[in-house]
């Protein structure tokens, strides 16, 4: 019984397929004639795609043969149109038998020839036709992604009827997706589109794909309604494929409302189309589905029967389903090592963008490092110079101030000077003042005793009148001497330093201090005892002041001696002796007495101005104190050695160079 | 009365002779002169009973007038006689140590010898 069945079951086949190919045979004849009959070569490119069109469903081999003749032909004539349909051919073959990477590869060709060209005709197609391969690959973000520039395009040409299409194969898609919602949203549209067109082709798909949404949704009456909505309209236009289905998804409703027979009915319907067409894939669906009913009715038997069916067809559509497979793999290890390869290039780019990123980085760094080290540089360079002016203005104020102090120190005892001069000329001033003011009232008693005769006590008068003119003269002289005294004192600052003899100075001044003390006491007499070093030669010095102060200090040694000399008897020999002698960078000066000797209880005191041993008149203590200005202003120093009753020694210490 | 005038300068003692000629005639005053303060001191030992009015200069050699006024005071406490300064130098330290060591007058030099023949007047009396 089994067998019977089957034997059955392979006649019918090949009955159909002799069937089917008749029917093409009708088509393809009236195609053929005009092939002969066409000499214009576009024209016969043309056709011959049509042919190939009108065998692809049936015969492949066939359909591939004339779209290959028919590209011949176009590339031989130029014929960039033809070219591109016939490639589009190409395409729809080898998706026909479920060659998808070779389909895609002709399809992205006719995409390109069609970007080329500038005419927007051949678009939607190109993109359609890459959808639709997409989807079987299950590649539904790339499907979705053409679909919606096949859309885009066909909006702008608005092509109605390819738009149609365009949504329809959305909602395919997202029924695919499992996405109902979007599906239904499409469908809708479509649906909508399809009645403003009244279109029929489509119609029938259209419920169709509703039942399968509704049906997904578990909306089974819904779902049933609209399977059977489609059936009047996919008998109308012959779509058995879709009629199969519709019959199918009756049973898949009836299944879900748990009426076994009304689902077998349906069932077997949607079969025996199947197996009319061949539609291969719902073949081994449907048995499938057959079979499992039975097994649920326990009708084993009928399970068995449908199981074998669909095992056999399995095997038919194994291979083919092998070769897609393998294609598949194909396709996807392409595309994975495609991917790879991209990744592989972006992956070097981007190392080598982050070499260069990095050896930017170095260089940047390391010019910046070098740019700092130079304004480091540079700042250190302009801190060090203006350190050095710095200290060069330091010098400059340091000098200044040196000069000041000296000069400060000049005007301070200056200014004791001038206190001192307060009082030292107040004396003579006083008597002057008060020695005339009793003169004259002197005078006028001298006017009364006149008168009154009396003679001795006029001549008395006189001789007080006379003897006060002669202190008014003595101490008028007197403060003049100290403000002569005053003002050399304050000029010996303004001296200039010269390159000086220093023996032929001495000598000199030695000579007129001499001279000048014999002017003024005849009687005076003293040895003079000289030791010069010839080796000393010149040294930088102010002629005239270092001359003042050895005046000063060889007229000390005199009066010295002198006064000595009134106390002691004749074997008392006055002498004076003056040296001078060079030791390492210095010379040193020696004017030495056996004169009186300086007492130490005034030894500090004798370099202070107005400081003087001497009786009124004959000193104005300024001498030391000048000398010992100049001879510190020199650099040097000015010191004194004595004992009293024996003798002084005063020694000037200068510095050869300064 | 008798007063002491302590100066180095000589001269100061035929001024004050020719000013009070008229007093030392009458004797109405009897000066004493001494030209250092060792000097007036070696004159006071002898003479303080005598000696009403003390006048010194400041500014002297050796013992200045500031030190013979200290030692006066020291020594001749009962009683004390007069001492006045005489000075060129009127600064206020001058003056405060005077003060301080008891001075009883402090006049400034050139001496206005009017005033000082008051001064003399009131002690007198």
Same mark, same amino acid.
């Given at each position: 019984?089994?067998?019977?069945?089957?034997?059955?079951?392979?006649?019918?086949?090949?009955?159909?397929?002799?069937?089917?190919?008749?029917?093409?045979?009708?088509?393809?004849?009236?195609?053929?004639?005009?092939?002969?009959?066409?000499?214009?070569?576009?024209?016969?490119?043309?056709?011959?795609?049509?042919?190939?069109?009108?065998?692809?469903?049936?015969?492949?081999?066939?359909?591939?043969?004339?779209?290959?003749?028919?590209?011949?032909?176009?590339?031989?004539?130029?014929?960039?149109?033809?070219?591109?349909?016939?490639?589009?051919?190409?395409?729809?073959?080898?998706?026909?038998?479920?060659?998808?990477?070779?389909?895609?590869?002709?399809?992205?060709?006719?995409?390109?020839?069609?970007?080329?060209?500038?005419?927007?005709?051949?678009?939607?197609?190109?993109?359609?036709?890459?959808?639709?391969?997409?989807?079987?690959?299950?590649?539904?973000?790339?499907?979705?992604?053409?679909?919606?520039?096949?859309?885009?395009?066909?909006?702008?040409?608005?092509?109605?009827?390819?738009?149609?299409?365009?949504?329809?194969?959305?909602?395919?898609?997202?029924?695919?997706?499992?996405?109902?919602?979007?599906?239904?949203?499409?469908?809708?549209?479509?649906?909508?589109?399809?009645?403003?067109?009244?279109?029929?082709?489509?119609?029938?798909?259209?419920?169709?794909?509703?039942?399968?949404?509704?049906?997904?949704?578990?909306?089974?009456?819904?779902?049933?309604?609209?399977?059977?909505?489609?059936?009047?309209?996919?008998?109308?236009?012959?779509?058995?494929?879709?009629?199969?289905?519709?019959?199918?998804?009756?049973?898949?409703?009836?299944?879900?409302?748990?009426?076994?027979?009304?689902?077998?009915?349906?069932?077997?319907?949607?079969?025996?189309?199947?197996?009319?067409?061949?539609?291969?894939?719902?073949?081994?669906?449907?048995?499938?589905?057959?079979?499992?009913?039975?097994?649920?009715?326990?009708?084993?038997?009928?399970?068995?029967?449908?199981?074998?069916?669909?095992?056999?067809?399995?095997?038919?559509?194994?291979?083919?389903?092998?070769?897609?497979?393998?294609?598949?793999?194909?396709?996807?290890?392409?595309?994975?090592?495609?991917?790879?390869?991209?990744?592989?290039?972006?992956?070097?780019?981007?190392?080598?963008?982050?070499?260069?990123?990095?050896?930017?980085?170095?260089?940047?760094?390391?010019?910046?490092?070098?740019?700092?080290?130079?304004?480091?540089?540079?700042?250190?360079?302009?801190?060090?110079?203006?350190?050095?002016?710095?200290?060069?203005?330091?010098?400059?104020?340091?000098?200044?101030?040196?000069?000041?102090?000296?000069?400060?120190?000049?005007?301070?005892?200056?200014?004791?000077?001038?206190?001192?001069?307060?009082?030292?000329?107040?004396?003579?001033?006083?008597?002057?003042?008060?020695?005339?003011?009793?003169?004259?009232?002197?005078?006028?008693?001298?006017?009364?005793?006149?008168?009154?005769?009396?003679?001795?006590?006029?001549?008395?008068?006189?001789?007080?009148?006379?003897?006060?003119?002669?202190?008014?003269?003595?101490?008028?002289?007197?403060?003049?001497?100290?403000?002569?005294?005053?003002?050399?004192?304050?000029?010996?600052?303004?001296?200039?330093?010269?390159?000086?003899?220093?023996?032929?100075?001495?000598?000199?001044?030695?000579?007129?201090?001499?001279?000048?003390?014999?002017?003024?006491?005849?009687?005076?007499?003293?040895?003079?005892?000289?030791?010069?070093?010839?080796?000393?030669?010149?040294?930088?010095?102010?002629?005239?002041?270092?001359?003042?102060?050895?005046?000063?200090?060889?007229?000390?040694?005199?009066?010295?001696?002198?006064?000595?000399?009134?106390?002691?008897?004749?074997?008392?020999?006055?002498?004076?002796?003056?040296?001078?002698?060079?030791?390492?960078?210095?010379?040193?000066?020696?004017?030495?007495?056996?004169?009186?000797?300086?007492?130490?209880?005034?030894?500090?005191?004798?370099?202070?101005?107005?400081?003087?041993?001497?009786?009124?008149?004959?000193?104005?203590?300024?001498?030391?104190?000048?000398?010992?200005?100049?001879?510190?202003?020199?650099?040097?120093?000015?010191?004194?050695?004595?004992?009293?009753?024996?003798?002084?020694?005063?020694?000037?210490?200068?510095?050869?160079?300064? | 009365?008798?007063?002491?005038?302590?100066?180095?300068?000589?001269?100061?003692?035929? /001024?004050?002779?020719?000013?009070?000629?008229?007093? +030392?005639?009458?004797? &109405?005053?009897?000066?004493?002169? @001494?030209? !250092?303060? $060792?000097?007036?001191?070696?004159?006071?030992?002898?003479?303080?009973?005598?000696?009403?009015?003390?006048?010194?200069?400041?500014?002297?050699?050796?013992?200045?007038?500031?030190?013979? /006024?200290?030692?006066?005071?020291?020594?001749?406490? +009962?009683?004390?006689? &007069?001492?006045?300064?005489?000075? @060129?130098? !009127?600064? $206020?330290?001058?003056?405060?140590?005077?003060?301080?060591?008891?001075?009883?007058?402090?006049?400034?030099?050139?001496?206005?010898?009017?005033?000082?023949?008051?001064?003399?007047?009131?002690?007198?009396?």
């Amino acid at each position: 019984m089994k067998n019977f069945y089957i034997r059955i079951l392979q006649l019918v086949l090949l009955l159909c397929t002799i069937a089917m190919a008749t029917a093409q045979h009708v088509e393809s004849d009236s195609l053929k004639k005009l092939l002969l009959s066409t000499g214009d070569p576009s024209k016969r490119v043309t056709v011959l795609e049509g042919l190939s069109y009108a065998y692809v469903s049936t015969s492949p081999d066939t359909a591939l043969y004339y779209a290959l003749e028919g590209l011949k032909l176009a590339r031989g004539n130029n014929d960039l149109n033809g070219e591109a349909l016939c490639i589009n051919a190409l395409g729809n073959v080898y998706f026909a038998v479920g060659d998808n990477v070779k389909a895609l590869e002709y399809y992205f060709q006719y995409l390109e020839m069609k970007e080329k060209s500038k005419s927007r005709s051949g678009l939607p197609v190109a993109y359609f036709n890459l959808a639709s391969v997409f989807t079987e690959e299950e590649d539904y973000p790339n499907a979705l992604k053409y679909l919606s520039k096949a859309r885009t395009e066909d909006e702008k040409a608005n092509d109605q009827g390819a738009l149609l299409f365009d949504l329809y194969s959305f909602a395919s898609i997202y029924l695919r997706m499992e996405k109902a919602d979007s599906a239904l949203y499409y469908i809708r549209q479509s649906h909508e589109l399809s009645r403003q067109l009244k279109d029929k082709n489509l119609m029938g798909a259209i419920l169709n794909t509703y039942g399968e949404i509704y049906l997904f949704l578990n909306h089974t009456d819904l779902a049933l309604k609209s399977f059977k909505e489609s059936i009047p309209a996919t008998e109308a236009v012959k779509d058995n494929e879709v009629l199969a289905s519709n019959y199918y998804g009756l049973a898949k409703v009836y299944q879900q409302k748990e009426m076994p027979d009304s689902s077998i009915f349906y069932a077997r319907k949607a079969l025996t189309l199947a197996v009319e067409a061949p539609f291969l894939k719902q073949v081994v669906e449907i048995s499938s589905f057959l079979s499992n009913e039975f097994s649920v009715q326990q009708q084993f038997d009928s399970a068995f029967h449908y199981l074998q069916l669909n095992s056999m067809m399995k095997d038919s559509l194994f291979n083919v389903e092998q070769v897609k497979k393998v294609h598949t793999l194909n396709f996807q290890e392409q595309q994975r090592q495609q991917t790879n390869e991209i990744a592989r290039i972006e992956y070097r780019n981007s190392i080598k963008l982050l070499f260069v990123i990095f050896a930017s980085a170095i260089f940047l760094i390391s010019a910046l490092v070098l740019w700092r080290n130079n304004i480091q540089k540079h700042k250190a360079n302009r801190l060090l110079q203006q350190q050095k002016e710095k200290i060069e203005s330091t010098l400059t104020e340091l000098k200044a101030t040196q000069a000041q102090l000296i000069q400060s120190e000049k005007m301070a005892s200056l200014g004791e000077l001038t206190a001192g001069i307060a009082h030292e000329i107040q004396n003579p001033l006083n008597f002057v003042n008060n020695f005339s003011e009793v003169s004259q009232e002197l005078l006028d008693e001298m006017k009364d005793e006149i008168e009154k005769g009396n003679y001795e006590e006029v001549e008395a008068i006189t001789n007080d009148v006379k003897q006060n003119l002669e202190k008014i003269l003595f101490h008028g002289k007197r403060a003049d001497g100290i403000v002569k005294g005053m003002l050399q004192h304050s000029r010996t600052s303004s001296g200039v330093k010269e390159p000086t003899e220093l023996h032929e100075l001495t000598d000199e001044y030695l000579r007129l201090a001499y001279h000048g003390l014999r002017a003024k006491d005849k009687s005076f007499n003293a040895t003079m005892k000289t030791d010069f070093d010839e080796s000393i030669g010149t040294i930088n010095i102010v002629p005239q002041d270092i001359g003042r102060v050895m005046i000063n200090l060889i007229t000390n040694a005199f009066y010295a001696v002198s006064e000595k000399k009134k106390q002691q008897s004749n074997e008392y020999e006055p002498t004076v002796s003056v040296s001078t002698i060079k030791v390492d960078d210095k010379v040193v000066i020696s004017v030495k007495d056996n004169g009186i000797g300086i007492p130490p209880k005034i030894l500090d005191k004798i370099f202070q101005p107005f400081f003087t041993t001497k009786p009124t008149g004959l000193g104005t203590g300024l001498g030391l104190s000048m000398s010992y200005d100049i001879v510190k202003a020199h650099g040097g120093e000015l010191k004194v050695e004595t004992k009293e009753g024996e003798g002084s020694e005063f020694i000037i210490v200068l510095p050869v160079q300064s | 009365m008798k007063i002491l005038v302590v100066d180095d300068e000589k001269d100061i003692q035929t /001024l004050f002779e020719q000013r009070f000629r008229k007093e +030392i005639r009458i004797k &109405s005053i009897e000066f004493a002169f @001494a030209f !250092s303060g $060792e000097q007036a001191l070696t004159y006071l030992e002898q003479n303080v009973h005598e000696v009403v009015i003390i006048l010194s200069d400041i500014n002297m050699p050796g013992m200045s007038g500031l030190e013979l /006024l200290a030692h006066i005071k020291q020594k001749y406490s +009962i009683p004390p006689p &007069s001492v006045m300064m005489i000075t @060129a130098y !009127s600064d $206020e330290e001058n003056f405060n140590a005077a003060k301080r060591l008891g001075a009883d007058e402090f006049l400034t030099k050139p001496i206005d010898f009017t005033l000082l023949k008051e001064k003399f007047k009131i002690k007198s009396a």
